[in-house]
């Protein structure tokens, strides 16, 4: 398996723009799918974005055209680019990782593996 560090997070005002990286290391090339997930005080934690190993990206519809997920697999890094953030982004973001390869990432929050989470909060 792989051990997860997200980084990236912090405070910005309503349209703002933030970009988190989550760094893999240990057996990196038995990743699949990789994604992104999020955690609000007093909510149950949801799916945000999702890609496969070749780039193949799922959405949840409260991001969608405002947040970008991608992934260098020479780095080990995934990335996602949040733009024209709302205050109801404000959450605790994880990174996750699989290892079944699949021809499109699901959004369940059945992922093995998981890091810490960086905060993102954002003012209204």
């Known amino acids: 398996q792989v051990q997860l560090v997200e980084s990236g997070g912090g405070s910005v005002q309503t349209g703002g723009s933030l970009r988190l990286s989550c760094a893999a290391s240990?057996?990196?090339?038995?990743?699949?799918?990789m994604g992104w997930f999020r955690q609000a005080p007093g909510k149950e934690r949801e799916g945000v974005a999702a890609?496969?190993?070749?780039?193949?990206?799922t959405y949840a519809d409260s991001v969608s055209g405002r947040f970008t997920i991608s992934r260098d697999n020479a780095k080990n890094t995934l990335y996602l680019q949040m733009d024209s953030l709302k205050p109801e982004d404000t959450a605790k973001y994880y990174c996750?990782?699989?290892?079944?390869?699949?021809?499109?990432?699901?959004?369940?929050?059945?992922?093995?593996?998981w890091g810490q989470g960086t905060q993102v909060t954002v003012s209204s």
């Open positions: 240990g057996d990196t090339d038995t990743t699949s799918c």
């Open positions: 996750a990782a699989e290892y079944i390869g699949r021809w499109r990432c699901s959004l369940r929050l059945d992922y093995p593996t």
């Open positions: 890609i496969t190993m070749d780039g193949r990206t």
